[in-house]
């Protein structure tokens, strides 16, 4: 069973950096797709950055327009726990949201569309992310 616990929300004045981190455990191969998604109030959600792996040690790395140059996203193994990371610079307002950790097993398979959440299985509860101006 995958389980997704983010934490690392907050409120930043515009133009401050946050790091969201989600520990992600129940994972039984390497072949995976981590995601973060956020969503405004009366928004629907959207994809902001993915990280795919593959068998063969191939990785995939996806960013929303809006956020790439600012966002980095990364993920770590440690002590047999994943974990994935979004440290997020020049924060904007436009940029408020409730982020959500999402995850996937069947990994970067032929049509994946990272962005699209019906290509994630797993979500985390989410962490609000505010950015006042």
């Known amino acids: 069973q995958v389980q997704l616990v983010e934490s690392g929300g907050g409120s930043v004045q515009d133009g401050g950096s946050l790091r969201l981190s989600c520990a992600a455990s129940?994972?039984?191969?390497?072949?995976?797709?981590l995601g973060w998604f956020r969503q405004a109030p009366g928004k629907e959600r959207e994809g902001v950055a993915a990280t795919c792996a593959g068998a063969d040690a191939t990785s995939w790395t996806y960013y929303a327009d809006s956020v790439r140059g600012r966002f980095t996203i990364s993920r770590d193994n440690v002590k047999n726990m994943l974990y994935l990371y979004l440290q997020m610079n020049n924060l904007k307002p436009e940029d408020t949201g409730m982020y959500s950790c999402a995850a996937d097993l069947r990994g970067h398979t032929a049509g994946f569309k990272w962005s699209a959440s019906e290509s994630f299985r797993y979500w985390g509860q989410g962490t609000q992310v505010t950015v006042s101006s």
């Open positions: 129940g994972f039984t191969s390497g072949t995976f797709c």
